[in-house]
């Protein structure tokens, strides 16, 4: 396999590659699979169908996927296999389910390099005495994964209990080899007649991927499977007007910023959001759109837009090859009142319009569950290109490689911490330092530099917190990063969903500093702000045992603490004095103004507002 290959989202790193590369991680594993009673009655029975938008991490193994324990396989097969909406492009409906070479923590295979890496395997279904039953499916290859090559395949395979030697059989097999230009960008549908042989009681099917297991490539992936009796190979239109991809933030490219930043000026943010929506069926579809913005602090509504026969889906032309997608531009929002309050949540939520119920060929199944998409951004103290969900990490595998990221500010504020997540990832980082920089301009020096120890996520998607030595008043573009020191690995959560935050990385690897044009996505990296007048209180009351005094001062100021040393800035960031422990300070030189003072202790540091006169 090629191990080398540099693709738009998937690079793995190698010794001596300095570039800004991604590997995998932990999966989302806290975000179980929900069931639906509007998809299955009870088990798996027919009709038979999945296209996985209501499940998040891994399938529904609770009625359809791999529970049948009596047989020799159950959803431990199945579950190495990863739902999710941003791995594969422009899928018929929300969410799709992934074949790569990762299992479900995002580790290796084990054994072998190349082979069978993931499978999907349905429950069993009982056929006797159908007649006419058809299996038809989505797929893509790589999407924004590494695409497959030849000799990499993704095959169906159904059961059949009365050969004892050889029960599983191949009936439809796509090799890496064989695929036509544009197969890793749009999703082609397949259908596979299910011949007597097979129409038994214990009837199951089961998909198989075999290429690289050690790591994202030669990825395959699924979507809208749907198995029935009373089908034709044709019977390939289906009246489903589905919402897919991503719901954009109106706040873009954040997905979270300060509160105090976006009542600033409220002019900066377009209030636009799009989302892209798929007609399935060969008909013109007049399909209407509402847009709800609510708090979600208190369920109150900041605004809801109606979209009325705007940007309506057209028909899909080839049941083959689903191209025809819409992006449809959800304009007009008035954001003016969203409250001027701290930690404001607001809720997205864009739905399909029509009341008619939309049933599958006359089935119990509703296909109007993919009609509803949510998002939720928060307004609170911290800017966030990422949505708290990482993909992969990113990072660098060099001594003094450099990485940053850009952000900007419509008021002056105040920095006091950098929230980062260090995920599971092999090789493990932990305990590892790095230093922390904050720059105004790349092409100056840090304005604030300090050491900080790795510390890897103990839970799904957390971030660690970590507190400037020195608060910072910042204005306009201002830029958080880290320099490592060793050759081996760090790496840093990357949210594949926000490709518009790519351009708002760059990386140093020679003393140039660049702006990234490989990766698409979000580094877990978000700077953190106070009010001035909370940055007094950085330690429990307990633990302010040292006296400062006088303040305001006329430039002697005495300490009593047990301490080392101090450090008295400005709040650009400037120091005006380090010195080591003594009895009194001698500050007369300075101008008259607000500054802090830092006590550096055995049990910690302590700043302090000291007012010179």
Same mark, same amino acid.
């Given at each position: 396999?090629?191990?080398?290959?540099?693709?738009?989202?998937?690079?793995?790193?190698?010794?001596?590659?300095?570039?800004?590369?991604?590997?995998?991680?932990?999966?989302?594993?806290?975000?179980?699979?929900?069931?639906?009673?509007?998809?299955?009655?009870?088990?798996? &029975?027919?009709?038979?169908?999945?296209?996985?938008?209501?499940?998040?991490?891994?399938?529904?193994?609770?009625?359809?996927?791999?529970?049948?324990?009596?047989?020799?396989?159950?959803?431990?097969?199945?579950?190495?296999?990863?739902?999710?909406?941003?791995?594969?492009?422009?899928?018929?409906?929300?969410?799709?389910?992934?074949?790569?070479?990762?299992?479900?923590?995002?580790?290796?295979?084990?054994?072998?390099?190349?082979? $069978?890496?993931?499978?999907?395997?349905?429950?069993?279904?009982?056929?006797?005495?159908?007649?006419?039953?058809?299996?038809?499916?989505?797929?893509?290859?790589?999407?924004?994964?590494?695409?497959?090559?030849?000799?990499?395949?993704?095959?169906?395979? #159904?059961?059949?209990?009365? *050969?004892? *030697?050889?029960?599983? *059989?191949?009936?439809?097999?796509?090799?890496?080899?064989?695929?036509?230009?544009?197969?890793? &960008?749009?999703?082609?549908?397949?259908?596979?007649?299910?011949?007597?042989?097979?129409?038994?009681?214990?009837?199951?099917?089961? #998909?198989?991927?075999?290429?690289?297991?050690?790591?994202? #490539?030669?990825?395959?992936?699924?979507?809208?499977?749907?198995?029935?009796?009373?089908?034709?190979?044709?019977?390939?239109?289906?009246?489903?007007?589905?919402?897919?991809?991503?719901?954009?933030?109106?706040?873009?490219?954040?997905?979270?910023?300060?509160?105090?930043?976006?009542?600033?000026?409220?002019?900066?943010?377009? !209030?636009?959001?799009?989302?892209?929506?798929?007609?399935?069926?060969?008909?013109?579809?007049?399909?209407?759109?509402?847009?709800?913005?609510?708090?979600?602090?208190?369920? &109150?509504?900041?605004?809801?837009?109606?979209?009325?026969?705007?940007?309506? $889906?057209?028909? *899909?032309?080839?049941?083959?090859?689903?191209?025809?997608?819409?992006?449809?531009?959800?304009?007009?929002?008035? $954001?003016?009142?969203?409250?001027?309050?701290?930690?404001?949540?607001?809720?997205?939520?864009?739905?399909? !319009?029509?009341?008619?119920?939309?049933?599958?060929?006359?089935?119990?199944?509703?296909?109007?569950?993919?009609? +509803?998409?949510?998002?939720?951004?928060?307004?609170?103290?911290?800017?966030? #290109?990422?949505?708290?969900?990482?993909?992969?990490?990113?990072?660098?595998?060099?001594?003094?490689?450099?990485?940053?990221?850009?952000?900007?500010?419509?008021?002056?504020?105040?920095?006091?911490?950098?929230?980062?997540?260090?995920?599971?990832?092999?090789?493990?980082?932990?305990?590892?330092?790095?230093?922390?920089?904050?720059?105004?301009?790349?092409?100056?020096?840090?304005?604030?530099?300090?050491?900080?120890?790795?510390?890897?996520?103990?839970?799904?998607?957390?971030?660690?917190?970590?507190?400037?030595?020195?608060?910072?008043?910042?204005?306009?573009?201002?830029?958080?990063?880290?320099?490592?020191?060793?050759?081996?690995?760090?790496?840093?959560?990357?949210?594949?969903?926000?490709?518009?935050?790519?351009?708002?990385?760059?990386?140093?690897?020679?003393?140039?500093?660049?702006?990234?044009?490989?990766?698409? !996505?979000?580094?877990?990296?978000?700077?953190?702000?106070?009010?001035?007048?909370?940055?007094? $209180?950085?330690?429990?009351?307990?633990?302010?045992?040292?006296?400062?005094?006088?303040?305001?001062?006329?430039?002697?100021? &005495?300490?009593?603490?047990?301490?080392?040393?101090?450090? @008295?800035?400005?709040?650009?960031?400037?120091?005006?004095?380090?010195?080591?422990?003594?009895?009194?300070?001698?500050?007369?030189?300075?101008?008259?103004?607000?500054? @802090?003072?830092?006590?550096? +202790?055995?049990?910690?540091?302590?700043?302090?507002?000291?007012?010179?006169?």
């Amino acid at each position: 396999m090629r191990k080398s290959l540099i693709v738009i989202l998937i690079l793995f790193t190698h010794l001596g590659v300095a570039q800004l590369t991604v590997k995998p991680i932990v999966k989302n594993e806290a975000i179980k699979s929900r069931s639906s009673s509007v998809k299955v009655v009870n088990d798996a &029975s027919l009709p038979f169908w999945d296209d996985f938008s209501i499940t998040t991490g891994s399938p529904d193994s609770i009625r359809i996927w791999g529970t049948d324990t009596t047989r020799q396989w159950n959803y431990e097969l199945s579950k190495n296999v990863f739902v999710n909406s941003t791995l594969a492009i422009n899928p018929p409906s929300f969410n799709v389910v992934t074949f790569d070479g990762l299992d479900e923590n995002g580790a290796f295979h084990a054994g072998t390099d190349i082979g $069978l890496a993931d499978e999907l395997v349905s429950d069993t279904i009982d056929l006797q005495g159908r007649a006419n039953v058809v299996l038809s499916f989505y797929w893509q290859a790589g999407g924004n994964v590494e695409i497959p090559e030849a000799g990499d395949s993704l095959r169906l395979q #159904f059961y059949d209990p009365l *050969n004892e *030697n050889n029960p599983w *059989n191949t009936v439809w097999v796509k090799d890496g080899g064989e695929l036509e230009s544009d197969q890793d &960008s749009v999703f082609t549908q397949d259908s596979v007649h299910v011949s007597s042989q097979f129409l038994t009681q214990k009837f199951a099917f089961r #998909f198989q991927s075999f290429g690289d297991k050690d790591g994202p #490539f030669d990825a395959w992936h699924l979507d809208w499977i749907y198995l029935n009796e009373n089908r034709f190979n044709d019977d390939l239109y289906y009246v489903d007007r589905g919402l897919t991809g991503q719901l954009t933030s109106p706040l873009t490219p954040f997905k979270s910023m300060p509160t105090n930043q976006f009542k600033a000026d409220e002019s900066e943010f377009s !209030g636009d959001q799009t989302v892209r929506a798929f007609n399935l069926d060969d008909r013109f579809q007049p399909t209407d759109y509402v847009l709800v913005i609510r708090n979600e602090n208190d369920n &109150s509504l900041i605004d809801m837009v109606s979209f009325a026969g705007k940007d309506p $889906l057209i028909n *899909n032309p080839d049941p083959l090859r689903v191209t025809e997608d819409r992006i449809i531009l959800l304009d007009e929002l008035d $954001l003016s009142a969203i409250p001027n309050e701290d930690s404001i949540v607001i809720s997205s939520e864009v739905y399909l !319009g029509n009341s008619d119920d939309l049933f599958l060929d006359g089935t119990q199944i509703d296909l109007k569950i993919n009609d +509803t998409l949510r998002t939720e951004y928060l307004l609170h103290n911290y800017y966030a #290109f990422d949505d708290g969900t990482a993909e992969y990490a990113a990072g660098t595998n060099i001594d003094g490689a450099q990485v940053a990221v850009e952000y900007w500010l419509e008021v002056e504020d105040t920095l006091t911490h950098v929230d980062i997540h260090f995920p599971n990832i092999d090789p493990i980082s932990a305990g590892t330092l790095i230093e922390l920089r904050v720059f105004r301009n790349l092409n100056s020096e840090p304005v604030r530099s300090q050491d900080i120890t790795v510390m890897t996520a103990t839970k799904i998607d957390e971030f660690t917190r970590y507190k400037l030595s020195n608060p910072i008043v910042l204005s306009d573009t201002f830029y958080i990063g880290y320099e490592q020191s060793i050759n081996d690995y760090i790496g840093i959560g990357f949210d594949a969903s926000n490709a518009e935050a790519a351009e708002h990385i760059y990386e140093n690897r020679t003393g140039q500093w660049e702006q990234n044009v490989r990766l698409k !996505g979000a580094l877990m990296i978000r700077p953190v702000f106070a009010d001035v007048s909370d940055i007094t $209180l950085n330690a429990d009351k307990e633990d302010l045992t040292t006296k400062v005094y006088p303040n305001p001062t006329t430039g002697i100021v &005495s300490i009593e603490s047990d301490y080392s040393a101090i450090t @008295l800035v400005d709040f650009s960031g400037k120091i005006w004095f380090k010195e080591i422990a003594k009895r009194t300070h001698d500050f007369t030189s300075l101008q008259a103004g607000l500054y @802090l003072l830092t006590i550096h +202790t055995k049990q910690g540091d302590q700043t302090i507002k000291i007012i010179k006169k």
